[in-house]
């Protein structure tokens, strides 16, 4: 069992927008900003798309944008594209021994 | 443009030591920004991470793996690797290396493209 919690999966049509949430507790998305989220299509290595909560690196779409409320860390993709449909990780620093943990991933289907 | 390449054996047998090294290419393992990571993901599954390494040896090991783990460094070769010891079908999974930034938990900026390590007798 992962330590965060994403639903597994989610869909939209193009054009609409969707959120994906990743459930912590105090000791990790709740007590910091170490939340990051990451992109994988098949067969490829995941990509970083936001990280320390809202923040994207250089390259990645306006599109995607992050934020969090407590113990819980969303990621919202705006305008879907055919070319979003991957599976969606967060991670979060956590202050157990563990120190990384990610979510159990959500499959984005676009309708 | 800084890459990652894992490379191993992609068959282990039960109970024997799995070990992967990581090239890193573009860029020196010797930078004192970055940690260098191990996670892995067994098929169909999510990810786990494993463990990192800072360049002066330093480790963070994942408690449920860390009896089994050593991450280890190599500045002259600019390489960092991975010891699983005493594996089982369990550790079957895509193995990545990547680089997460020092500063700045979780951000994980450069990963290999993942190398597949089958435990099968």
């Known amino acids: 069992q992962s330590a965060l919690t994403q639903p597994a999966s989610v869909s939209g049509s193009p054009g609409q927008s969707i959120t994906i949430s990743c459930t912590g507790t105090s000791s990790d998305v709740g007590g910091y900003n170490y939340v990051s989220w990451y992109q994988q299509h098949p067969g490829k290595a995941p990509k970083l798309m936001i990280y320390?909560?809202?923040n994207r690196p250089s390259g990645v779409s306006n599109r995607f944008s992050g934020s969090k409320s407590g113990n819980t860390a969303s990621l919202t993709i705006s305008g879907l594209q055919a070319e979003d449909e991957a599976d969606y990780y967060c991670?979060?620093?956590?202050?157990?021994?563990?120190?990384?943990?990610f979510g159990g991933g959500t499959k984005l289907t676009v309708l | 443009q800084v890459q990652l390449q894992e490379s191993g054996p992609g068959l282990v047998k039960p109970s024997q030591t799995l070990s992967l090294t990581c090239t890193v290419s573009?860029?020196?393992?010797?930078?004192?920004?970055?940690?260098w990571s191990w996670i892995r993901q067994p098929a169909g599954k999510g990810l786990e991470w494993i463990g990192r390494?800072?360049?002066?040896?330093?480790?963070n090991y994942n408690p449920s793996l860390k009896s089994r783990v050593t991450i280890s460094v190599d500045t002259s070769k600019n390489q960092f690797s991975l010891k699983l010891s005493s594996v089982t079908a369990a550790d079957t999974a895509v193995y990545y290396c990547?680089?997460?930034?020092?500063?700045?938990?979780?951000?994980?900026?450069?990963w290999g493209q993942g190398t597949l390590v089958t435990v099968s007798s």
């Open positions: 390494i800072y360049t002066s040896g330093s480790t």
């Open positions: 990547a680089r997460e930034d020092r500063y700045s938990y979780g951000l994980i900026g450069y």
């Open positions: 991670s979060s620093y956590t202050s157990s021994s563990t120190l990384e943990v």
């Open positions: 573009g860029g020196s393992i010797s930078s004192g920004s970055y940690y």
């Open positions: 320390e909560v809202s």
